[in-house]
């Protein structure tokens, strides 16, 4: 049964790092948002109830980088699929980013998405915009349009804009807008030809390898340009020691810098791919492990803000080609909870407080979205999970991508309810069972 109208969800333990909550409390909700945040309420007549006695309620994730393929290459993940397998991984706000075929770079692209979503999408969707026209590197998008329309960020996602004045141009104009610009971080002239880290690992594999550099040299030069030009600068998908280092010193100088991490980036390192499976690929790659540690250390000392999952979602063919020539990518949106709550919470030490710190109500700030907070009067955009364990089956993703490296994994912290505005759009299969 889906529930819609008014609900009370009863006897859950509610973390909210917005309010400060982390207790026993009953919710209800009724029209879209939060009615009342109570140790104990008396369910009306018209209340339907369900018991979350034993579980935890969480504000509903915020995931600001995904790769929902529609429009161009819908064989691997649709805006339909990709919003529901955002809903099943407990997210109820996405960021989808803009290099789909073709890019998302104009208002009336922007327009046409958001016309989409209101009819399409189980969650809500906050559009990015590319820098440059068809992320050709060459010219500006009209920057307060793609704004106007929707817009959230700007991003060249994929890949860096390697004219550093035209860069410099994007950010003036950012900051006068006050849109943030989310920068993939990669010197494509070092990075050429890398598949995998460079290290060990990519020599035993016969493999070439990306460094270090090639992530750090990007860092530094946007932070720098945003120190300089006032730009509001979020870093994606930071994996190496030096990207950590930096990111606290632009906070120390007082630039306007966030950055989030991947799952994947600090559950694994390089040295836990097997053999040349590509469904263990992804740009940047896993590092080493002195990396995979600096990374958790961040997100437990707050240095980076936020956790993204970078889902991007490959056809099983394309993965199968091994690292040479599969894509770069893996899926994220269905492990990111359970891969985050068992590797920083019950293996790293972090509260998990600060973990929904970072997936729910830092990223929601980020982008202005309304959610990430279990409060009255704010959008009833919740989750509900269970901390008991259970075994990754990619086979019942509900992204049309599969390629993950964590099928058949033991993680702990699993998703049973996702409401956006209210309604539930997401049951997991198992709930008939805990309840």
Same mark, same amino acid.
């Given at each position: 049964m889906l529930f819609e109208g008014r609900i009370v969800l009863k006897g859950g333990h509610v973390v909210?790092?917005?309010?400060?909550?982390?207790?026993?409390?009953?919710?209800?909700?009724?029209?879209?948002?939060?009615?009342?945040?109570e140790k104990s309420i008396t369910p009306h007549p018209e209340d339907q109830v369900i018991s979350c006695v034993g579980q935890y309620i969480f504000p509903g994730f915020t995931d600001l980088h995904v790769h929902f393929r529609d429009?161009?290459?819908?064989?691997?993940?649709?805006?339909?699929?990709?919003?529901?397998?955002?809903?099943?991984?407990?997210?109820?706000?996405?960021?989808?980013?803009?290099?789909?075929?073709?890019?998302?770079?104009?208002?009336?692209?922007i327009s046409v998405l958001l016309k989409r979503c209101a009819e399409e999408s189980a969650v809500n969707v906050f559009p990015i915009s590319a820098v440059t026209k068809d992320q050709a590197?060459?010219?500006?998008?009209?920057?307060?349009?793609?704004?106007l329309a929707g817009a959230v960020a700007l991003s060249e996602d994929g890949k860096s804009v390697m004219d550093i004045k035209l860069y410099e141009k994007a950010m003036k104009i950012?900051?006068?807008?006050?849109?943030?610009?989310?920068?993939?971080?990669?010197?494509?002239?070092?990075?050429?030809?890398g598949v995998i880290n460079a290290g060990e690992k990519a020599e035993a594999l016969g493999l070439p390898g990306i460094s270090n550099a090639v992530e750090n040299i990007i860092t530094a030069r946007d932070?720098?340009?945003?120190? /300089? !030009?006032?730009?509001? @600068?979020?870093?994606?998908?930071?994996?190496?020691?030096?990207?950590?280092? #930096?990111?606290? +010193?632009?906070?120390?100088?007082?630039?306007?810098?966030?950055?989030?991490?991947?799952p994947h980036h600090f559950a694994l390192c390089d040295e836990?791919?097997?053999?040349?499976?590509?469904?263990?690929?992804?740009?940047?790659?896993?590092?080493?492990?002195?990396?995979?540690?600096?990374?958790?250390?961040?997100?437990?000392?707050?240095?980076?803000?936020c956790i993204s999952t970078d889902h991007a979602p490959h056809s099983e063919e394309e993965k199968a080609e091994g690292f040479f020539k599969a894509?770069?990518?893996?899926?994220?949106? /269905? !492990?990111?909870?359970? @891969?985050?709550?068992?590797?920083?919470?019950?293996?790293?030490?972090?509260? #998990?407080?600060? +973990?929904?710190?970072?997936?729910s109500t830092n990223p929601a700030k980020l982008i202005g979205y309304r959610g990430g907070q279990i409060s009255v009067g704010k959008p009833a955009d919740i989750v509900v999970c269970s901390l008991e364990q259970f075994r990754v089956d990619r086979n019942t993703f509900v992204s049309k991508g599969h390629n993950t490296p964590f099928h058949g994994k033991k993680l702990y912290g699993k998703v049973l309810r996702t409401f956006v505005n209210g309604r539930m759009v997401y049951q997991n299969p198992d709930c008939d069972m805990l309840f």
């Open positions: 909210d790092p917005a309010t400060g909550v982390d207790d026993i409390r009953d919710i209800r909700m009724d029209d879209g948002i939060v009615l009342d945040v429009p161009g290459q819908t064989y691997k993940e649709t805006l339909m699929t990709g919003t529901r397998a955002a809903a099943a991984g407990g997210y109820t706000a996405v960021c989808p980013m803009p290099n789909t075929v073709p890019a998302t770079d104009s208002m009336e692209k590197g060459t010219e500006l998008v009209n920057i307060p349009a793609v704004k950012a900051a006068k807008e006050h849109i943030p610009v989310f920068a993939h971080c990669e010197e494509k002239n070092l990075a050429a030809g932070i720098f340009l945003a120190g /300089e !030009t006032g730009a509001k @600068l979020h870093l994606c998908h930071c994996s190496t020691k030096e990207s950590v280092a #930096l990111v606290l +010193l632009a906070k120390k100088l007082g630039y306007q810098v966030t950055a989030e991490a991947c836990d791919i097997p053999c040349d499976d590509a469904n263990y690929k992804m740009n940047p790659p896993l590092r080493s492990k002195e990396d995979m540690y600096a990374v958790r250390e961040g997100l437990k000392k707050g240095i980076i803000d894509p770069f990518g893996i899926t994220g949106l /269905e !492990t990111s909870f359970a @891969l985050s709550y068992t590797t920083l919470v019950l293996e790293g030490g972090m509260k #998990l407080i600060d +973990l929904i710190r970072a997936m």
